[in-house]
């Protein structure tokens, strides 16, 4: 059963930071990219950044570059969002997910808050 855990989310203050997590489990998790996204209220679900299987590449969309660093354990089998600098407009539902050669995973979203 494949399964994306997200934790780390909350409320916190504009400058402040937040640490995400993604547990992935019921795949191979080392031969998947995987990315975070998030969604605003009505908003579509954007892109904020992603990581290629191996690790080697990232990329980050221009409002968070520079502010947000992905990264994964692929010994944990976890994802992560390292989070600083948060602005209000950072406000969202923060999805995990994998994607590899036409299947792809999401998980249930954890929501972050940004506000004084």
């Known amino acids: 059963q494949v399964q994306l855990v997200e934790s780390g989310g909350g409320l916190v203050q504009p400058g402040g930071s937040l640490r995400l997590s993604c547990a992935a489990s019921g795949f191979t998790f080392s031969n998947y990219a995987m990315s975070w996204y998030r969604q605003a209220p009505g908003k579509e679900r954007e892109l904020v950044a992603g990581?290629?299987?191996?690790?080697?590449?990232?990329s980050y969309a221009v409002s968070v570059k520079g502010r947000f660093t992905i990264s994964r354990d692929i010994v944990k089998n976890t994802l992560y969002l390292q989070m600083n600098s948060l602005k209000p407009e950072d406000t969202a539902v923060y999805y995990c997910y994998g994607s590899r050669r036409g299947k792809d995973y999401w998980g249930q979203g954890t929501q972050v808050t940004v506000s004084s």
């Open positions: 990581i290629t299987s191996t690790g080697g590449s990232t």
